[in-house]
């Protein structure tokens, strides 16, 4: 296990892993806090009135979204290496398997995966936590509200970050993502279902 995870860390090293895992992070994330939003609402509008079973809904909505994470951007990023990788033989007209390059994109490929499946099960996760003190320390309205409010603070951070990595203004696109949510939200509140 310990090599395993030496070997991801290696992979992290690279700017070019940390920059795609990072999309698949935020981008699963984004999907995952933006979900969690619709699940809160539409479970409260619904007259669900226990937050156990809005937070198990969430979870199986964050096992869907974590596992189509993984799953998805391990096959785009086999594909995607397999192709890169017959390039690069076909321009040295020789075989790659087991060398370095063929290792470093494995591994690359594994960070990716699973950075993409944590993102929105964080996203998801996070959100739905205030529901677990629905009937103890809060209300089902309270619970809906502090969910809402807890995936707009990750959509926030979300935009936070971006803007630090490409040097924007963190409050403007911090408040850019998180508009995200409110909208959400209040779609859910009009549209009828």
Do not use: C
């Not at 992070?25 to 937050?51: E, M, P």
């Not at 799953?71 to 785009?76: D, G, L």
């Amino acid at each position: 296990m310990r090599s395993y995870l030496r070997r991801l860390a290696r992979a992290l090293e690279r700017e070019d892993v940390r920059s795609i895992s990072r999309r698949y992070f935020i981008s699963n994330g984004f999907d995952g806090a933006l979900t969690s939003v619709g699940v809160s609402v539409g479970a409260y509008l619904s007259g669900i009135a226990d937050g156990l079973t809005v937070f198990s809904i969430g979870i199986g909505a964050a096992i869907g979204l974590g596992t189509s994470g993984v799953w998805s951007v391990w096959e785009i990023e086999r594909a995607e290496k397999r192709a890169e990788l017959a390039r690069i033989e076909h321009a040295m007209l020789s075989d790659l398997d087991e060398t370095r390059i063929h290792r470093q994109q494995t591994g690359a490929r594994k960070v990716n995966a699973l950075m993409s499946g944590i993102g929105p099960i964080i996203g998801v996760v996070l959100p739905m936590s205030p529901f677990l003190f629905e009937g103890t320390l809060l209300s089902m309205r309270a619970a809906t509200l502090a969910s809402i409010g807890v995936a707009v603070a990750i959509l926030f951070t979300f935009g936070a970050y971006l803007a630090r990595i490409s040097e924007q203004s963190w409050l403007v696109a911090g408040a850019r993502m998180g508009l995200a949510g409110v909208l959400v939200a209040a779609l859910n509140l009009v549209l009828p279902g």
